[in-house]
């Protein structure tokens, strides 16, 4: 079965501290990648998305994302946190099955950043 | 602006009871989705819709049921409440299956 593997559950960094979550997924064909946030008391929101070309992906708020095919994996990263970045961080993925696409989340990283 | 609604976002009920989560989005978008988030789960979907009278099941559906007689909203109804039900519940929608989605604020439900 398709699975999406965050093997960070809990995270933290002090400011100006560099980041990368792991995301991994089990799927052999085309997928579109994503990274969600919810910030504490909020709902998710899209970080940046992958789905074809350049395998490094800008998103906001200064993060970025590398697709790297042979390892399944599409990393989080960020080079200098901010106390503001404490969130939940989900690496989702998109894949064709049964004629159609399904969504499928990571179990979702905390990201403690300390002022 | 678009956007999504959920209601209500707080809600007490007892073992039991039959509880309805509403869910409204004005993007105009063909597919919704309903996933409840708990510790250590992530996000897990519980039903989705794909258009008007189509709805199908998750990973998660036993308990609950949906109907979608529109576009714009996508109602979550829990036939009997447990207590394993209590969770935060998140509607999302998209305008492809292949797109990013869209979340609402979320209902965090509690059944004693």
């Known amino acids: 079965a398709q699975s999406v593997s965050q093997h960070n559950h809990h995270v933290i960094l002090s400011e100006a501290a560099s980041l990368e979550l792991g995301c991994n997924y089990s799927?052999?064909?085309?997928?579109?990648l994503f990274w969600y946030v919810q910030y504490p008391g909020q709902h998710l929101q899209l970080l940046l998305k992958?789905?074809?070309?350049?395998?490094l992906v800008k998103g906001i708020k200064g993060f970025e994302a590398e697709f790297i095919k042979s390892k399944f994996s599409f990393n989080l990263r960020k080079p200098s946190v901010q106390w503001s970045d404490t969130a939940e961080y989900f690496c989702?993925?998109?894949?064709?099955?049964?004629?159609?696409?399904?969504?499928?989340f990571g179990t979702g990283t905390r990201l403690k950043v300390l002022a | 602006d678009a956007e999504i609604t959920q209601s209500p976002r707080h809600k007490i009920t007892e073992t039991g009871r039959q509880v309805t989560l509403a869910c409204h989005q004005t993007?105009?978008?063909?597919?919704m989705f309903w996933y409840r988030q708990d510790l250590g789960h992530g996000l897990r979907l519980i039903h989705y819709?794909?258009?008007?009278?189509?709805?199908n099941k998750g990973e998660v559906s036993d308990g609950y049921s949906v109907s979608r007689s529109n576009t714009e909203d996508l109602p979550l109804t829990l036939e009997s409440a447990a207590s394993s039900q209590t969770s935060v519940y998140f509607c999302?929608?998209?305008?492809?299956?292949?797109?990013?989605?869209?979340f609402g604020p979320g209902t965090r439900l509690t059944v004693t």
């Open positions: 993007w105009n978008h063909n597919n």
């Open positions: 989702a993925v998109n894949a064709p099955t049964s004629g159609t696409y399904k969504y499928i």
């Open positions: 819709s794909y258009g008007v009278q189509d709805t």
């Open positions: 999302a929608s998209s305008d492809s299956a292949y797109y990013e989605q869209y």
């Open positions: 799927y052999g064909g085309t997928v579109n």
């Open positions: 992958y789905f074809s070309g350049d395998p």
